[in-house]
């Protein structure tokens, strides 16, 4: 009991203290007790539902109308050490620690608000945290490589996040870019590359780790929703443009190239992970275009029967997966850029491919909220995993462990078990149209 009585006696005298300042000794004699209290702070943080979460990193565009798809998961471990404890004794803020498991964030449209949040989902926990209002904004989502910031686009103003307190910094002003635009991260994790809608002849590039805007970009971009990839080293920025042209930009400089002329309208770019080889494909074409980033020259098309929109690559770069209109997927090797036998999937258009990190099995969701798996080893597909209520705006990520594909949808988010390819218990969160998704690392 008198251990007790000090304790609540020490807890008083620390009150009346914090009206005057405290010597320097007189800290280190108090550092233990401070300790303590920053333990228990952590401690109290760690068990709210999302508390201390990390958010992560951006999606790619979707198909024509069909908004922005990804998503991010991020799980943050809270380690007590002895630095934490000289930072407390210290008046320091402890440093910044990537979080141990994966966090997902998706955006949201807040219905009847107008505004949109971005909700942080736990992934060992699939309980979502505390929203994040986004003030209006729906350019989807995008992460540093690193997982330590997110950044999510507002009216004129790109804003970072760090996903260790989950709290908005000071947003980056993008003057003259409308609040619904397009931001592509540089693999690099400094840049952010915007395009607003309703202004497709420039691109403005923001230096998020400075806090600053480039000189805008001025290229001609096509008539469809903004095309940018990058190639895995970040050095160079290839954009669908006018005139049935893809044109590079040396993001070095921010200066564009000399248009490489590829016969189709870009509708989406895949680059290789090696780097060297661009594959292009144009709305109303059935063809896909390889180009040469050693050189920016096109390649021979290669013809799939099919009206080719969405494309994606293998992890190991051996294949490329064509999405065509009418539900049909092609196969094509890279090796020799012949395509393989096409597959016919149950949905009549598909919004998005994924691949699990050993790049065995692909997750392809269909516009009608239909997720199909398939193996690329035997291009097989399996039975289709069905999310009720799920409409062609959907969203999806896979954890880095490949475990868990996580489908957002309307008013819920959808775990799937990987190994059974079953649908778990849905997350519910209280808004409607999901947006941009990513996963920490």
Not at 1 to 25: F, I, K, T, Y
Not at 88 to 112: C, D, F, K, N, W
Request: include cysteine; charged fraction near 15%.
């Amino acid at each position: 009991m008198s251990n007790l009585n000090d304790e609540l006696r020490h807890l008083a005298e620390d009150g009346a203290r914090q009206a005057r300042p405290l010597a320097v000794d007189e800290v280190i004699q108090r550092g233990d007790r401070r300790r303590r209290r920053t333990i228990a702070w952590l401690l109290q943080q760690r068990a709210r539902p999302g508390g201390l979460a990390s958010p992560a990193t951006p999606g790619r565009r979707f198909p024509r109308w069909v908004p922005p798809l990804a998503a991010a998961v991020v799980v943050i471990a809270v380690v007590v050490g002895a630095a934490t404890i000289s930072s407390a004794i210290h008046g320091r803020e402890p440093a910044e620690q990537r979080p141990a498991a994966s966090t997902m964030y998706v955006e949201y449209l807040a219905l009847g608000r107008g505004r949109s949040v971005v909700i942080p989902v736990n992934t060992a926990t699939n309980t979502p945290g505390k929203p994040i209002q986004a003030n209006g904004a729906d350019g989807g989502l995008a992460i540093t490589p690193d997982g330590k910031r997110i950044y999510f686009t507002g009216n004129d103003e790109v804003v970072p996040v760090s996903t260790a307190s989950n709290r908005p910094g000071k947003p980056v002003q993008v003057p003259g870019v409308a609040s619904n635009f397009v931001m592509v991260m540089n693999p690099d994790g400094k840049t952010v590359y915007c395009v607003a809608f309703m202004d497709y002849d420039t691109i403005i590039p923001a230096r998020m780790a400075i806090g600053t805007v480039g000189k805008p970009i001025d290229v001609s971009l096509n008539d469809s929703p903004p095309v940018i990839t990058f190639t895995p080293d970040g050095k160079t920025a290839y954009v669908g443009t006018k005139g049935d042209t893809v044109t590079p930009i040396n993001t070095a400089t921010n200066t564009p190239g000399k248009p490489i002329h590829v016969g189709i309208n870009p509708a989406d770019i895949a680059i290789t992970p090696d780097g060297k080889t661009a594959y292009v494909t144009g709305f109303r074409g059935d063809k896909v275009v390889p180009v040469s980033t050693v050189t920016n020259t096109p390649g021979q098309p290669i013809r799939i029967g099919a009206d080719a929109e969405q494309i994606a690559i293998t992890p190991n770069g051996k294949t490329v997966y064509v999405l065509a209109y009418g539900g049909t997927i092609v196969p094509v090797s890279t090796a020799t850029n012949t395509p393989g036998q096409p597959i016919h999937i149950s949905v009549n258009a598909a919004a998005r491919i994924i691949f699990t990190p050993d790049g065995k099995t692909a997750y392809i969701a269909g516009l009608d909220g239909t997720i199909i798996p398939l193996s690329t080893v035997s291009n097989r597909l399996g039975k289709p995993i069905r999310i009720s209520g799920a409409g062609p705006a959907v969203s999806i990520v896979i954890t880095p462990d490949g475990k868990t594909v996580y489908v957002a949808a309307l008013n819920k988010i959808v775990p799937i078990s990987t190994a059974t390819n079953k649908p778990g218990k849905p997350i519910r969160v209280p808004y409607g149209m999901p947006g941009g998704a990513v996963i920490t690392p």
